[in-house]
């Protein structure tokens, strides 16, 4: 007597062939003539799964978040985070205000403050020398500080996006050696005070150096996509353009410290004259790499996801990096070269908020306003009434951090 399977309502109890082998087990062709019709299951709209297309990496959705399965359109910034960010932003430019060599009264900067405010009244006490103390050189510097900051801070998730790589950072197509070129260059050749004319250098070098290197990388791969190419591109003209700025620094070794006081970054000298200068250029910069999150998104998966969602890679490649190159710029223009801010801030926002472009770029916008604001407050406190260089407290904190990275990814490849 032949031993009956029982009956589960999946697949019928006589499926079985004369050798008693179930169909689900058989490795050749299937014989389901004799099969009962299996029962038909219907699912609507909202119970499907998400469509998904394979890459070489796995299987991801098709949203254009690249979110995982179920979770299109979660990674958007939450209230919470952007009110933390904004009120940290907000109490460090208070005490970078509040804080100075020069004393003046907590009590009085703040009425003076508020008197400033449209249709409020406040008497600070104030005579003409602290009005000029507090709104011509520690609120302009405040803002300065906030603003290159936040500049750097997002050109570096910006970079991070394209070349999908999480240190990566503003600097790394030759920004920092252009801009040192030309900074080198007018303060070597023009005597005296050179005005406005460094930052104008300084900025027409760094977008010189990311052109060069965006050229070299372009001609090499011959369209200007490949990241791997580009960065190998970017490391050349930065190591050729620091050449350069040593061998100048050598024939006009008498400008030496002018030309390490600039290097070594700082806000000292930020007025609202610069402030009108630069905002235009960190304005538009800022705009467009924030509207480019969900589109750093796709990227994030693959060229080709991008291309079979409709997005050219190259094309959102090259507005990023030509955003967050005039961000750069803009930024090493009116400070000198501060390094670590676009790297740390990205790198501790994704850490604590998530991966996603559309929540990193924002972030690290404010994140990066309050760090270099933080810094700069150390910069001018720990030794005053003297100034400790803001590159130099920058990569205080830098060193560490970098250490804490390959600790953390030591750590995770050994598990």
Request: net charge neutral; aromatic share 6%.
């Amino acid at each position: 007597m032949s031993r009956r399977r029982p009956h589960t309502g999946d697949v019928p109890a006589d499926a079985e062939d004369a050798d008693g082998t179930s169909p689900d087990v058989r490795t050749g062709p299937k014989d389901v003539s004799r099969q009962g019709r299996a029962p038909e299951v219907s699912c609507d709209r909202g119970d499907a799964p998400p469509e998904a297309t394979t890459h070489p990496g796995g299987v991801v959705p098709s949203g254009l978040d690249g979110s995982p399965p179920g979770r299109q359109g979660q990674a958007r910034l939450r209230p919470l985070p952007l009110a933390v960010a904004v009120g940290l932003l907000l109490a460090t430019l208070l005490a970078g205000v509040l804080v100075g060599s020069a004393g003046l009264p907590v009590g009085g900067v703040l009425k003076a403050l508020a008197d400033r405010i449209p249709f409020v009244h406040a008497d600070s006490g104030f005579g003409v020398i602290d009005e000029n103390v507090l709104f011509q050189l520690r609120v302009p510097r405040a803002l300065m500080a906030a603003l290159v900051g936040g500049m750097l801070a997002v050109a570096g998730a910006g970079y991070q996006g394209v070349f999908r790589n999480p240190l990566a950072d503003p600097y790394l197509l030759g920004a920092a050696a252009g801009a040192g070129v030309g900074a080198t260059l007018v303060i070597a050749l023009v005597p005296g005070d050179p005005g406005y004319t460094v930052p104008l250098a300084a900025f027409v070098g760094a977008i010189g150096g990311v052109a060069l290197a965006y050229v070299l990388g372009s001609v090499a791969t011959g369209r200007g996509n490949g990241t791997a190419t580009l960065v190998l591109a970017g490391v050349a003209v930065s190591s050729f353009l620091a050449a350069v700025q040593t061998l100048i620094q050598q024939m006009k070794s008498e400008e030496l410290q002018r030309i390490y006081s600039w290097i070594l970054g700082g806000v000292g000298s930020a007025d609202w004259h610069q402030l009108a200068l630069v905002f235009p250029y960190a304005l538009v910069s800022t705009v467009v790499l924030l509207a480019h999150g969900r589109l750093l998104d796709v990227l994030s998966v693959g060229d080709e996801e991008a291309a079979s969602l409709g997005l050219s890679a190259a094309r959102v490649r090259l507005t990023v990096l030509v955003a967050a190159s005039l961000a750069t710029a803009s930024a090493v223009a009116v400070s000198g070269l501060i390094a670590f801010v676009g790297i740390v801030v990205p790198h501790v926002v994704r850490r604590l908020a998530g991966g996603s472009y559309r929540i990193v770029l924002p972030l690290s916008l404010l994140g990066g306003a309050a760090f270099l604001e933080v810094a700069d407050l150390v910069a001018r406190t720990v030794i005053r009434p003297g100034e400790v260089p803001l590159g130099v407290v920058t990569a205080f904190v830098g060193g560490p951090f970098f250490v804490a990275v390959l600790r953390a990814s030591r750590r995770q490849v050994e598990t």
